[in-house]
């Protein structure tokens, strides 16, 4: 058997026969070439998106939770409804020490501060922050650094500021880092100036000031605004969100039942869904690739028929010269094979052809859409095999047509 | 030779059935020319190819030099023709889209022949009947008589015991005719047995042996004195 896919004269008879119609075997290469075209151009296009999330989400721990303390829902131990919840540091502590699975817990406080600069001013939503945020929470930073543990220790009077507050407050390639702006009136130094992220959990944060001279400014003590919990990755953040919650009522004498107490975001759980819905869209991507495929094959099976219909005399010639069913069924399967083959490599190469317009169209910067676009050899090793499988397959049908007729009966085919 | 008994064959029409063969016996020995006569309908072509093996008879026997040709499956067959029978048609049957030279090579690659081998004895057998120098010409590039000629080059390429012609000269003018019986002729000089069927007197003068068939059965078998096609050629 593989001795004849080596035989020179095979392919002399395959080329002859697709030689005799051109355009025909064209046409039919065309729907397997379609087929696979929208298969790798559709897998291409749902990985750069994939791709694209990803690095969006790349800034973030994913298996990570923010919780802060809103309104409570339910009257508890003598408090009234309605009672401002205030989270403390206490409370970071003791979820630290008690929740199973926890990596670790990063407080933050929050508020609105006016920031002045020389003429210019504005109103920013300022931060208290431990440099542990950077884990939870990638910055990008453009020029220095962020809060580090000696700012923290001596309540350093730094700020990271992001893009949009160095537009406000600074000239045009001005250098900010090293500079000083007046944050309620108190000089702070900038250290650092950070891109603003496209996804954030919660309202986003434009300056980053350390936690301890937050308190020292706002006199905010032992109160904090929000807890960023990082689970460890073999646990489940969503539990983890469940029993962290369900100390922190425990300790604010919050009704165990009351589900407005406590607001929080799960990064875990946001992303999950947006990876779900990739996940769908790929495989929408392969049902719709790989129906096109068999379409294109069933085209090819099709074409085939047609063909040996035509060639039902001839076909009877070669049987009466001595060709066995079985040689007139193998060449048969050859070309159909053959020409699934072709027209699926071609179809991958201008696959590909595709994806590299895509990537030039719309993969470039930091923002593109679609980020390297692309299909893994392995898949298209498999949609090789699948090719090869569907080609001898469609090809059976018109082989066996082929020679049910008698060798007399092709003869007499006019 | 070929030894045929009370062969019988008869085909399906609607729900009746079309007597075609009743009970038909022959013998033919190495070396003879026979031409089977008839008008249409006779059989005379059922009965050619019953004996080429491309159709089975219902019941009677057919031996082969020795070898029962029975029950046999397409695969068997289809090497038996191969091995012993070379096929001449009234419409050449050269395959449309390989020059001479592939098409007389055709059953030697069916054979298992290597290419080269193959290409060589396709074109001794195509010096033979004389067309070399067009050995890579399509068969729309050929005359009638010369694809006829290609066709039993390609009849002969396989050394067949028995060349089996059907009207060969059917779709000929009656000049080229004469060019290709005088070539058979010459074939059977040389000891090869044929068996031809033709509805043409003239050309039946020109076996060694006449059949004639009528209704199925045979009518006459005679021996003739064999007329020479070289004279009118």
Request: hydrophobic share 45%; aromatic share 8%.
């Amino acid at each position: 058997m593989f001795k004849f896919l080596f035989d020179r004269d095979t392919w002399q008879e395959v080329y002859d026969s697709f030689s005799k119609n051109k355009l025909r075997s064209v046409l039919t290469m065309v729907g397997v070439w379609w087929g696979i075209l929208l298969l790798i151009g559709l897998l291409g296009s749902a990985r750069g998106l994939e791709n694209s999330f990803n690095r969006l989400f790349g800034d973030f721990a994913t298996n990570s939770v923010f919780i802060w303390g809103q309104n409570t829902g339910k009257p508890f131990k003598g408090f009234q409804e309605g009672r401002r919840v205030q989270l403390s540091l206490r409370d970071t502590k003791l979820i630290k020490e008690n929740v199973e699975g926890i990596e670790f817990v990063v407080p933050r406080s929050q508020n609105q501060a006016t920031v002045v600069r020389n003429f210019l001013s504005g109103s920013f939503r300022i931060a208290g922050d431990y440099p542990l945020l950077d884990k939870v929470e990638k910055k990008k930073l453009i020029h220095g650094r962020f809060i580090n543990q000696n700012d923290i220790d001596f309540d350093k009077k730094v700020v990271v500021l992001s893009e949009d507050v160095y537009k406000q407050l600074f000239e045009k390639n001005e250098n900010a880092i090293g500079a000083y702006v007046q944050i309620n009136n108190i000089n702070f130094k900038v250290i650092g100036m950070f891109k603003t992220s496209n996804i954030n959990m919660g309202p986003p944060i434009d300056m980053h000031i350390p936690f301890t001279t937050f308190q020292g400014i706002y006199n905010t003590g032992d109160k904090i605004g929000w807890m960023m919990i990082t689970g460890e990755l073999e646990y489940d953040i969503v539990q983890i969100e469940k029993d962290a919650k369900l100390l922190l009522k425990n300790l604010n004498d919050i009704h165990p039942k009351d589900n407005r107490a406590l607001g929080s975001a799960n990064a875990g759980k946001e992303i999950g869904k947006v990876t779900g819905f990739l996940t769908g869209m790929q495989f929408l991507t392969w049902f719709v690739g790989i129906a096109t495929l068999i379409a294109g094959v069933f085209a090819i099976g099709n074409i085939l028929l047609i063909t040996v219909k035509e060639r039902t005399k001839e076909i009877g010639v070669r049987r009466a010269l001595g060709a066995t069913p079985f040689e007139i069924k193998r060449q048969i399967v050859v070309e159909a094979v053959f020409l699934t083959l072709v027209a699926g490599i071609l179809g991958i190469i201008s696959g590909g052809w595709i994806l590299i317009g895509l990537d030039a169209a719309y993969g470039q910067g930091d923002d593109a859409a679609i980020v390297n676009a692309s299909v893994s050899i392995a898949v298209v090793f498999i949609a090789l095999i699948i090719l090869v499988i569907l080609g001898t397959l469609i090809g059976l049908i018109p082989a066996f047509k082929a020679t049910s007729v008698k060798p007399i009966e092709a003869l007499r085919e006019e | 030779m070929l030894k045929i008994n009370q062969l019988h064959k008869s085909y399906p029409i609607g729900d009746s059935s079309l007597h075609v063969l009743k009970g038909i016996d022959l013998k033919v020995e190495e070396g003879e020319m026979v031409a089977i006569m008839g008008s249409s309908g006779s059989g005379k072509s059922t009965l050619l190819n019953i004996i080429g093996m491309l159709d089975e008879a219902d019941s009677g026997d057919y031996i082969l030099d020795g070898l029962p040709i029975k029950d046999l499956t397409e695969k068997k067959a289809a090497v038996y023709r191969n091995k012993f029978l070379g096929f001449i048609f009234q419409s050449f049957n050269l395959i449309n889209y390989k020059n001479a030279l592939e098409n007389v090579a055709l059953p030697l690659y069916y054979q298992g022949m290597k290419r080269k081998e193959r290409q060589e004895k396709a074109l001794f057998h195509l010096e033979k009947v004389g067309l070399a120098d067009w050995a890579q010409h399509l068969p729309k590039e050929l005359s009638g008589g010369q694809n006829q000629r290609v066709a039993i080059a390609r009849a002969l390429a396989a050394n067949p015991k028995l060349l089996l012609a059907d009207e060969p000269t059917g779709a000929l003018d009656t000049k080229t005719s004469h060019e290709i019986m005088a070539f058979i002729q010459q074939l059977n000089d040389e000891g090869k047995t044929i068996l031809m069927v033709t509805h043409e007197e003239d050309i039946a003068s020109m076996c060694k042996r006449v059949v004639r068939l009528r209704d199925g059965v045979i009518m006459e078998d005679k021996k003739v004195e064999q007329v020479r096609a070289e004279q009118y050629v």
